[in-house]
C-alpha cells in the first residue's frame, strides 16, 4: 500500500484535519484571549462583528442587484437564522465568564444531543457501538475535566 493513491489521500485528509483542529484551537485561544484581555463588552464586540458582516453583505447585494434579501424564507428558516444567532450571543458569553476548553466540551455535547435527536425522532441514523463509546468518553472527560466525582 506504501505509495499507492489511496495511502496519498488518506494522508492528505489527516493533514488537513489535523490543520482545521490546530486552526480552531488556536481561534479559540485567541477570541477567549480577546474577549478577557480587554475591557470592551461582549455586546460591543458583537456589534463590531455585525458592522463588518454587514458592511460585506450590502457590498454584495450591490454588487450582485438583489434587494429582497429574505425572499422565499419560510417559518424554519427563521427559526434556522435566530438558533444561529442565539448560538454566536452564547458561545461570546461562555467564553467571557468561562473558558474555551469548557466551549469545546459543550460543542462535542450538543453533537452528541443532535445525534441523539436525529436518531430518535428522525430515525435517519442507527447509533452505533462506535458512538456510544464516543458518548461515554465524552461524558466522563466533562466530569473528569469539571472536578465532580
Do not use: H
Not at 95 to 115: C, G, H, M, P, W
Amino acid at each position: 500500500l506504501e505509495g499507492s493513491p489511496q495511502m496519498g489521500r488518506a494522508l492528505v485528509g489527516f493533514l488537513a484535519a489535523l490543520g482545521a483542529c490546530f486552526a480552531s484551537g488556536f481561534g479559540g485561544v485567541y477570541m477567549e484571549m480577546v474577549l478577557k484581555g480587554s475591557s470592551t463588552s461582549i455586546w460591543l464586540r458583537n456589534a463590531q462583528l455585525a458592522i463588518f458582516g454587514a458592511s460585506t453583505a450590502t457590498w454584495v447585494v450591490l454588487q450582485e442587484g438583489e434587494v429582497n434579501l429574505t425572499r422565499g424564507y419560510t417559518p424554519w428558516v427563521w427559526l434556522m437564522a435566530f438558533t444561529v444567532a442565539s448560538g454566536g450571543l452564547l458561545v461570546a458569553a461562555v467564553l467571557k465568564y468561562a473558558d474555551n476548553i469548557l466551549r469545546q466540551f459543550s460543542t462535542a455535547i450538543s453533537v452528541i444531543l443532535t445525534t441523539a435527536l436525529s436518531a430518535l425522532v428522525l430515525q435517519d441514523i442507527t447509533l452505533d457501538l462506535t458512538f456510544a463509546a464516543g458518548t461515554v468518553l465524552t461524558i466522563g472527560a466533562t466530569f473528569m475535566y469539571s472536578g465532580l466525582p
